[in-house]
């Protein structure tokens, strides 16, 4: 097994969609399973908002990667049979070069020197480490949530290097109530007293901000029905109220572990970056409609989204599918029964692998 | 027309739920219209999370009031018939004896010293208020949302005290996903340095903790639907986008102005206190179960629930509908069909006022 995390220096100078440009990027991915002698295996995974490479165990790291029931040998990503490729995206902190990396030019760390990046960026930087890999076509691009904007904007861009594409839980834009979630996480980050500018150091950062913007996320990643299942008004301890400002309920107290675990695995910058790139991301408008950026894909299309998904709600997807069947793309999906809510990407395997397994390996075409 | 801004001294000790005591509860409270002579044409309204006892225009101030278009002569809730009676509640900073208030035994505000309050000590405080008005049966208490609460309490624990109940928009508990939003605005307050445990002053208080919290609750109370048609994903300016950490999209700037515009008139330790107030009330908890909770309601109920709040939902309002349609209440229920989310009971006065003025002005019984 050829199982290995890697950085992959790119040599030459990245213009962005912002207008400026990055050289030395460097970026950080996984393998896994073996590339077959025409190349002609590899499946690229794209992750979501605050993941890593790290989508499975592998030689380099036995830890549970973030997809680990979805990706290994015999699983409904099968690296028995294909070669996955994971990348950390550009402008996050998993290894990629994003704002808490070192600016080569000036030895310091980019912070907010970082030029804007878009999720079209973080596909064009995939580009280049799939081409380095002399990769002519991939077998399959497959991403949840903000992973699946990048398979879409994979699609549309690059139209011969997929021959299939999952497109799970995710949207062609984010939805108003999204953009509104986004931007009180990232106001709650910038207003914290220890933000700074950005300029924090790695003991003195913006650890309530960054924990508030995560529990924000979180609550929108969960369903009504999927917090109330697990916590309802279920009490910490048994003896009744305590009449006093502390945190009271387990829901309360679970929200709190989640903000405080997280901030000390993400980058605060990073996530107004990628927050950023999230809002960002609109094909109606970069296109000038759904018609007309769907107009160029190739790949055959898996859609998937969650019944009480209602961060990256089931109507978007339709609206995306109903354009791609007008298209005559070659289309197929699922609305997958599931009370997890966007969260149900990370939990429904069984549900999602029998979509996804036999969709890459089908072989019609 | 008796139509004044009034401050009632309450000279006795007031046992408060948490086990704790306030004596000198100051209540403001605002009154419209004239109290007939056997005093049997009073309507007590009761305010939401950040109302004030300023329900609508007066002698006293002829601001539009927070129901303006609901409350006055000839209206939904009609001051030529109806001497109406709103109060602010205990805890909050509008007039009435909250956390911002100067305690008299310290002549210092209470801050955090201020004890924990509930929707029964509200309502308590109010009984009070009502019987110093010799007022031995109110022709009605009407209440939205937090109001709706205080409505049910009242039915509850004095049912010969009213012959009407409307409860708009309210829910016999929080959700366990209204918790979350509730406990990630308080962490944001508490969390911001300028808190200080609450004592902080006039000029350096937690603008932005209080802020992030109001942006929330703001984007609680409207539902997907009618922020998308307010504001889609409209920028501000029409040179496309920025690329830059600004708010670009009108709903981020106009969450932000939100935010703004409430830090300069609510203070943060009463939003702390009341939002609480709001998490702690839990009929099946208090009484065993909604059936025990509303077995001794006496008053004619009107349920009004709004088909697009997600924060206190349809399906809470029936859950209540349903128990007292099994205890043979004399119960009514309507739900509005509105894409305003919770918001809509500031809103759709037309479709609200068709129900509750022939509801309060019936006399069948």
Same mark, same amino acid.
């Given at each position: 097994?050829?199982?290995?995390?890697?950085?992959?220096?790119?040599?030459k100078?990245?213009?962005?969609?912002?207008?400026?440009?990055?050289?030395?990027?460097i970026?950080?991915?996984?393998?896994?399973?073996?590339?077959?002698?025409?190349?002609s !295996? *590899? @499946?690229?995974?794209?992750?979501?908002?605050?993941?890593?490479?790290?989508? $499975?165990?592998?030689?380099?790291? &036995?830890?549970d990667?973030?997809?680990?029931?979805?990706?290994?040998?015999?699983?409904?990503?099968?690296?028995?049979?294909?070669?996955?490729?994971?990348?950390?995206?550009?402008?996050?902190?998993?290894?990629?070069?994003?704002?808490s990396?070192?600016?080569?030019?000036?030895?310091?760390?980019?912070?907010?020197?970082?030029?804007?990046?878009?999720?079209?960026?973080?596909?064009?930087?995939?580009?280049?480490?799939?081409?380095?890999?002399?990769?002519?076509?991939?077998?399959?691009?497959?991403?949840?949530?903000?992973?699946?904007?990048?398979?879409?904007?994979?699609?549309?861009?690059y139209?011969?290097?997929?021959?299939?594409?999952?497109?799970?839980?995710?949207?062609?834009?984010?939805?108003?109530?999204?953009?509104?979630?986004?931007?009180?996480g990232? !106001? *709650? @980050?910038?207003?914290?007293?220890?933000?700074?500018?950005?300029?924090?150091? $790695?003991?003195?950062?913006p650890? &309530?901000?960054?924990?508030?913007a995560?529990?924000?996320g979180?609550?929108?990643?969960?369903?009504?029905?999927?917090?109330?299942?697990?916590?309802?008004?279920?009490?910490?301890?048994?003896?009744?109220?305590?009449?006093?400002?502390?945190?009271?309920?387990?829901?309360?107290?679970?929200?709190m572990?989640?903000?405080?675990?997280?901030?000390?695995?993400?980058?605060?910058?990073?996530?107004?970056?990628?927050?950023?790139?999230?809002?960002?991301?609109?094909?109606?408008?970069?296109?000038?409609?759904?018609?007309?950026?769907?107009?160029?894909?190739?790949?055959?299309?898996?859609?998937?989204?969650?019944?009480?998904?209602?961060?990256?709600?089931?109507?978007?997807?339709?609206?995306?599918?109903?354009?791609?069947?007008?298209?005559?793309k070659?289309?197929?999906?699922?609305?997958?029964?599931?009370?997890?809510?966007?969260?149900?990407?990370?939990?429904e395997h069984?549900?999602?692998?029998?979509?996804?397994?036999?969709?890459?390996?089908?072989?019609?075409?």
């Amino acid at each position: 097994m050829n199982s290995t995390y890697h950085k992959f220096k790119i040599n030459k100078d990245i213009a962005l969609e912002c207008g400026s440009s990055l050289d030395e990027i460097i970026v950080a991915y996984e393998t896994y399973g073996t590339l077959n002698a025409d190349n002609s !295996n *590899a @499946i690229l995974i794209c992750h979501a908002l605050t993941g890593s490479s790290h989508v $499975a165990q592998n030689d380099s790291n &036995n830890n549970d990667g973030w997809w680990e029931a979805m990706v290994g040998p015999g699983k409904a990503i099968d690296t028995s049979q294909f070669f996955v490729i994971c990348s950390n995206v550009l402008g996050s902190c998993k290894g990629t070069t994003g704002p808490s990396q070192i600016n080569p030019k000036t030895n310091e760390p980019y912070a907010l020197t970082f030029p804007i990046i878009t999720i079209g960026d973080m596909v064009n930087v995939q580009k280049v480490l799939i081409d380095s890999l002399e990769i002519k076509q991939l077998h399959a691009i497959v991403g949840p949530s903000m992973g699946g904007m990048q398979v879409l904007q994979w699609a549309i861009r690059y139209p011969a290097m997929a021959k299939k594409c999952v497109v799970l839980a995710s949207s062609s834009s984010l939805s108003a109530q999204a953009l509104a979630f986004g931007t009180i996480g990232r !106001n *709650a @980050i910038v207003s914290d007293k220890l933000f700074q500018d950005g300029q924090y150091t $790695a003991t003195r950062f913006p650890k &309530n901000g960054l924990g508030i913007a995560r529990m924000i996320g979180h609550v929108t990643y969960l369903s009504k029905e999927s917090i109330t299942q697990k916590f309802g008004r279920k009490l910490q301890a048994d003896t009744g109220y305590g009449y006093n400002l502390d945190q009271e309920f387990q829901v309360e107290s679970y929200l709190m572990h989640q903000g405080d675990k997280f901030v000390e695995q993400f980058d605060a910058n990073s996530y107004l970056y990628l927050s950023k790139a999230l809002g960002y991301f609109d094909l109606e408008k970069e296109y000038g409609s759904l018609k007309k950026a769907f107009e160029p894909i190739q790949a055959q299309l898996l859609f998937i989204s969650i019944s009480s998904d209602w961060l990256y709600s089931t109507e978007q997807s339709k609206a995306m599918v109903r354009v791609c069947m007008n298209l005559n793309k070659d289309v197929s999906f699922c609305d997958v029964q599931s009370d997890y809510g966007h969260d149900a990407f990370l939990i429904e395997h069984e549900k999602f692998g029998e979509l996804i397994k036999p969709f890459l390996e089908s072989k019609y075409d």
